[in-house]
């Protein structure tokens, strides 16, 4: 099995500036620290509900439970959130998603039909890979 390319601070500094640039930035944002900082694979991250991340007064969790149907080998897992994650789960929350309920996705993919927001799906995650990737190699 390949190893995954794994970015050297330069790059991943890069990655950022071009997930900011973006129209919705602050969810970009967030879905690529979790990559990054928890190590979420795109299919646990797109499942995740706000009550997921955060706890009844809003703070962000500093471990997440994922259950069996959100994880690729359909086996529970807990993820460890540190500090820094933590303040983004925070800060998105609280500027994007503040009056949701906790049953509700946590991160929402732009309808291309609307301006109406819904899950995210896995087209929504290739396509959101793929341009925000390609933009640092060509």
Not at 16 to 44: I, N, P, Q, T
Request: hydrophobic content about 35%; some cysteine.
């Amino acid at each position: 099995m390949k190893q995954a390319k794994v970015l050297n601070e330069k790059e991943t500094k890069r990655v950022m500036s071009v997930v900011r640039s973006r129209r919705h930035s602050k969810r970009d944002e967030l879905v690529v620290l979790l990559s990054f900082y928890a190590g979420m694979r795109s299919c646990e991250i797109s499942s995740l509900r706000i009550g997921d991340v955060v706890d009844e007064e809003g703070n962000a969790k500093d471990t997440l439970y994922l259950n069996s149907w959100q994880t690729k080998g359909s086996e529970r897992q807990s993820v460890m959130i540190g500090e820094r994650l933590q303040k983004a789960i925070t800060k998105y929350v609280v500027s994007e998603r503040q009056h949701s309920d906790t049953k509700a996705p946590l991160i929402l993919s732009q309808c291309t039909s609307s301006d109406l927001m819904g899950p995210i799906d896995p087209f929504s995650k290739r396509h959101f890979s793929a341009s925000c990737f390609s933009s640092l190699y060509c």
